[in-house]
């Protein structure tokens, strides 16, 4: 397992969910599930993170915001789309100012379903996230090196 | 060789003060003063080759006529001042000045007519660093007012409010003035004639505060000047009270009587150097001098004169070591160094920031001379070299700057580095040499620390708390000039060379000094401490050793910018995901509405405030002065 | 002066260092009820972070803080090969403002925000610091570690309110509750993460590491008070560091007034009424 794999330091960004997935997230960190057991961390710092975790749909208020979150985080980095909003817009899919799940602006590379989403199925997302990390840095590196 | 040398200095630097003031006209003054300040450095270089040592070198020259004059000289000036006091209703100073022209005179004509020294004039290597610091720092900043007063005045016409009179040849022939009467405080082994000069830099400094003639600048030039003069009341007391007791007015007599029957002079004459060096509770006249243009600032008041009231009490060290006199001026000189320290932290105009820092560094200055012990002087000299070196480099920075930006305001200086980037270089380094390792200033004050711990390690605790101030106030402004709100353009033209050239040469200075200080100190300062203690003080070759990869280190430190830019990715700063514009230093707010970042640094005025912590220090210095005449009585 | 111990000092204390700050977040998981992260924990980070790209907003930003690593790794190894202690906490010092002008340097207002801290934290520990040398060498009659360390009492016997400031301030070197105000290993920042939040990859892993040197270096100090044997030593340094992770899970973070005023007063009252005593005992 290479260092990436060992030390996945998390942004968590709260789009506009109803706080449920959220409260998972958060249980995820607590001493039941202990996710710094990998290593996990919440930085709450884009230019600490390797992984983008997304709760709740894109708006047309939240847009720019995760794209400027997105952007500001270093090579490689993967995103989580946690929650059923997320990954779809879930049952605000249809309200006039939401846009869909966080693919219509960024590219996703785990979705986690669920409403709300369990931290099983978060840990879960995140050690595969993990993969997808390394899987990029290695990518990374052959493209800087060409 | 000698002689002559010595009275060139004192008399060059009046002739050329005098050729100034009767050409009158502008242009001309570039081809007097260049070639003139020229003259001066080379000469004062020639002080190094005098061989002086750490005993005094005695000039036994007798000028009959040199008396009459500078008694006449003296009357003059005195009505001159009686009459501007009077004018202006200033009671205090009226009365001062009276006071001192009737002891003055009453002592020239009563019982003081016989009074004659062996020598008038005398060098050993303190006066020598000295002369070199007035002739080399001093003269470098008349060659920088030279341009400074042409943009000044060029600046104050667009102004609607008070346009500056244009009074430049009175401005320049006053610095070349006080330029002599400073080789004059540095050289005369007559009391009467050190003096004399003591009270010419007095006027000079009064002159110069007023330039402006708006009503603060006059204010504040005689509030300055009533302080001053109190202090040359209490020197002339000392001198009589000396004459009286011990039939001598010489400096070097006076320094080789017996400690026990010379306190009373001793108190007094030290009572002068803080009024002049404006310690706690006279700093507030050094405060007010501010207002001057600002190569008056940094020549009067931090390189040069203010450094004539610490060369004084120095000078006395030797006598003062281990008498509660000396504890005493000790403290006043650790109580402004602390007071100074902390006041800093809440100012946000850059010259009161040096200001503040220069009355500090005066106390610590202050503080190695109460102390007395060789140690201690060998840290009061390092530190006068390295203050004069680095301030004035410093308060010419910020006179360059504030013409540029139209504010001296430390708030203000954002970005510095990318608006004006030779000037923020300079300053950086006139800052670093204030407080960082292993430049100037630290190296001395980590001598005195070591010399206040072998003294009285309860004064250590206070020294420390101040250098933890200085810490702070220092990195705040430096972090200010390099940090960047917004994108900036280089607005750095129009600085013209007789600017450029003397930064350019206090920069290298302070460079230098850092670099070779420990020969410096072996072939200037050691000496000294050896003749008057019998040992000096060494800080170890091994700690010299790593001062020195230290300061290789931070040499290196601008190679890192060959680094600049590389294997590095530029990104906005995080705003919490509100980044808007193109280079996404502006962010969204609730509103909706885009607003620009600002950074703004801790000036904690509630904690250190100007106003109150002048008060307590002024509270705590009133007394012990009381004490420090009370002993000198005793 | 023993060079082979600051070499010796170069090389392994960021293992050292490293170990602690994995022994710290052990602990301190296990303060709270978890089970924490692997003891290599902090070297995983560290490799992770050289693997990474290196995002700036200002282009010299970085230089600040590679001369804070190299000045942090140089003052500890003065120290550790026994040289002067007012010259060490110099050096230390001036490395603290490399790290400070990084902040400031980066121009975002959280880095800016935490620099300011920083230089503040700075302000508060060095008069403990100070003091601390300044017991020392009225105790031992140097300045000089390799002196200091020969001394054959437990030092701490003859400066125990000093040692009561230096403990006060050490939250502050460690980064620690009640006094992490500039920049914080836990989640609870207001700040995001005060001066090193614009620093990354790269960057980001020097200052990890400088503060593993650091670590060591401040424990380095620490371990002065019981210097007499080695044993001792070591065995009171890691009781000091326990005592620290406590005081780290068992308090919240304070306003910069508070921390500002109580170190200070500590130091002044601890410290001073300490000088006080061995000046008497001197006579």
Redesign the interface.
């Known amino acids: 397992m290479g260092m990436l794999s060992r030390s996945p330091w998390v942004i968590h960004y709260d789009g506009s969910s109803c706080n449920g997935c959220d409260i998972e997230v958060l249980a995820a960190l607590m001493p039941r599930f202990d996710v710094e057991r990998f290593g996990v961390v919440n930085t709450g710092n884009p230019k600490h993170a390797d992984i983008l975790l997304l709760t709740g749909s894109i708006n047309e208020q939240n847009k720019p915001v995760v794209l400027n979150i997105y952007n500001q985080m270093p090579e490689p980095k993967v995103v989580l789309a946690v929650g059923i909003c997320a990954t779809s817009g879930g049952i605000f899919r249809e309200c006039y100012n939401v846009l869909g799940g966080v693919d219509k602006v960024l590219p996703v590379d785990v979705y986690v379903p669920g409403c709300a989403v369990r931290p099983e199925s978060i840990i879960d997302a995140v050690v595969k996230g993990v993969g997808i990390l390394e899987e990029k840095r290695a990518a990374f590196k052959a493209a800087g090196k060409a | 060789m000698a002689s002559a040398l010595l009275n060139f200095l004192i008399l060059f630097p009046l002739a050329v003060a005098l050729v100034i003031v009767l050409v009158r006209k502008g242009s001309l003054f570039p081809l007097v003063i260049y070639p003139a300040s020229a003259v001066l450095i080379g000469a004062s270089c020639l002080l190094v080759g005098l061989s002086a040592g750490g005993k005094p070198i005695l000039i036994p020259a007798h000028f009959g006529w040199v008396e009459p004059v500078m008694l006449a000289v003296e009357g003059v000036v005195s009505a001159y001042l009686l009459f501007l006091a009077l004018k202006q209703r200033d009671w205090a100073v009226s009365a001062l000045v009276v006071i001192q022209s009737i002891l003055l005179f009453g002592f020239h004509f009563g019982t003081g007519h016989s009074a004659h020294a062996g020598a008038n004039l005398f060098f050993d290597l303190f006066s020598v660093v000295m002369g070199l610091i007035v002739g080399i720092v001093g003269t470098l900043i008349a060659v920088f007012s030279v341009g400074y007063m042409r943009d000044l005045h060029k600046h104050s016409g667009d102004h609607a409010g008070h346009a500056i009179p244009d009074n430049r040849p009175v401005f320049f022939g006053i610095i070349f003035l006080f330029l002599s009467a400073m080789f004059g405080v540095c050289f005369s082994n007559n009391l009467l004639w050190l003096f004399f000069f003591w009270e010419i830099t007095t006027v000079c400094s009064f002159l110069m505060i007023r330039y402006k003639m708006d009503d603060i600048s006059v204010k504040n030039a005689f509030w300055a000047l009533r302080w001053n003069l109190l202090g040359g009341l209490a020197f002339l007391l000392g001198i009589i009270y000396l004459y009286h007791t011990q039939h001598t007015i010489e400096l070097d007599k006076l320094l080789s009587l017996p400690k026990a029957l010379v306190m009373l002079p001793l108190a007094l004459i030290s009572f002068a150097g803080l009024t002049k060096s404006a310690q706690l509770p006279f700093s507030s006249w050094l405060v007010g001098a501010m207002v001057a243009p600002t190569p008056v600032s940094a020549l009067l008041h931090s390189s040069t004169m203010v450094k004539a009231g610490v060369y004084i009490v120095l000078r006395f060290a030797a006598s003062l070591e281990g008498t509660l006199l000396g504890m005493v001026i000790a403290l006043v000189g650790l109580v402004t160094f602390l007071i100074g320290s902390f006041i800093c932290i809440s100012q946000n105009d850059a010259k009161k920031v040096l200001a503040y820092s220069t009355i500090a560094n005066l106390g610590l200055i202050i503080l190695c001379a109460g102390i007395g012990t060789y140690e201690a002087v060998w840290a009061g000299i390092l530190l006068i070299v390295f203050h004069a070196v680095s301030k004035g480099l410093l308060f010419l920075c910020v006179g360059s700057i504030e013409h540029k930006l139209g504010s001296r305001q430390i708030e203000d200086m954002s970005g510095l580095v990318i608006r004006l980037p030779r000037l923020a270089f300079m300053l950086e380094i006139g800052i670093a040499g204030m407080f960082?390792?292993?430049f100037g200033m630290?190296i001395s004050k980590?001598a005195v620390?070591?010399a206040i711990?072998d003294y009285?390690?309860?004064f250590?605790?206070f020294l420390?708390?101040g250098?933890?101030?200085t810490?702070?106030f220092w990195?705040?402004w430096?972090?200010?000039i390099?940090?960047?709100?917004k994108p900036y353009t280089n607005i750095e033209t129009g600085i013209s060379r007789s600017q450029w050239i003397p930064m350019g040469a206090l920069t290298g200075l302070t460079l230098l000094i850092c670099a070779l200080f420990a020969p410096f100190a072996v072939v200037f300062i050691d000496p000294y401490i050896v003749a008057l203690y019998g040992h000096s003080m060494s800080l170890?070759a091994?700690?010299m050793a790593?001062?020195t990869?230290?300061l290789s280190?931070i040499g290196f430190?601008p190679l890192?910018?060959l680094?600049?830019?590389r294997?590095?990715?530029?990104?906005?700063?995080?705003?919490?995901?509100?980044?808007?514009g193109e280079l996404?230093q502006q962010f969204?707010d609730s509103m909706g509405g885009v607003k620009a970042?600002h950074?703004k640094?801790?000036y904690m005025e509630n904690?250190f405030s100007e106003a109150r912590l002048m008060r307590l220090g002024v509270l705590v210095t009133v007394v012990f002065l009381i004490a420090m005449i009370a002993i000198g009585g005793m | 002066m023993s060079w082979f111990s600051g070499i010796a000092y170069i090389l392994f204390a960021p293992f050292l260092g490293g170990i602690i700050a994995g022994l710290d977040r052990k602990i301190s998981a296990r303060l709270q009820g978890r089970i924490g992260p692997p003891l290599f924990q902090p070297f995983y980070d560290v490799g992770k972070l050289f693997q990474k790209e290196t995002l700036v907003v200002r282009q010299s930003q970085h230089l600040y803080m590679e001369f804070f690593f190299v000045l942090m790794v140089f003052s500890g190894a003065i120290f550790f090969s026994g040289g002067d202690l007012l010259l060490v906490i110099f050096a230390f010092t001036m490395a603290g403002v490399f790290f400070a002008l990084g902040g400031y340097k980066a121009s975002s207002p959280y880095s800016f925000i935490g620099a300011q801290r920083e230089v503040l934290q700075m302000m508060s520990y060095e008069p403990a610091v100070l003091l601390a040398a300044v017991g020392m060498y009225m105790v031992t009659g140097s300045f000089q570690v390799a002196k200091i360390i020969e001394y054959p009492h437990p030092l701490i016997a003859q400066l125990p309110g000093l040692f009561l400031a230096f403990f006060f301030i050490l939250p502050i070197k460690f980064r620690k509750s009640p006094f992490d105000l500039a920049t914080s290993h836990h989640a609870h920042q207001e700040l995001v993460k005060g001066i090193t939040t614009e620093f990354s990859g790269r960057t980001l892993a020097l200052i990890e590491i400088a503060h593993w040197y650091e670590y060591v270096f401040v424990l380095g100090i620490g371990y002065l008070f019981f210097a007499s044997n080695v044993w001792f030593g070591l065995l009171m340094t890691l009781v000091i560091f326990e005592l620290l992770l406590v005081v780290d899970n068992a308090t919240a973070r304070v306003r910069w007034q508070a921390m500002l005023g109580s170190a200070w007063v500590v130091a002044l009252v601890a410290g001073g009424l300490n000088i006080i005593y061995l000046m008497w005992m001197k006579g």
Do not use: C
């Not at chain 2, 390099?482 to 709100?485: A, D, L, M, Q, W």
């Open positions: 960082l390792a292993p630290l980590w620390l070591r711990v009285n390690p309860l250590a605790i420390i708390y250098s933890a101030a810490l702070f990195v705040k430096l972090g200010k390099i940090n960047v709100e170890g091994g700690n790593i001062m990869i230290m280190m430190f890192a910018f680094n600049y830019g294997g590095v990715k530029v990104s906005p700063p995080y705003l919490a995901g509100a980044n808007v996404g969204r970042m950074m640094n801790f904690y």
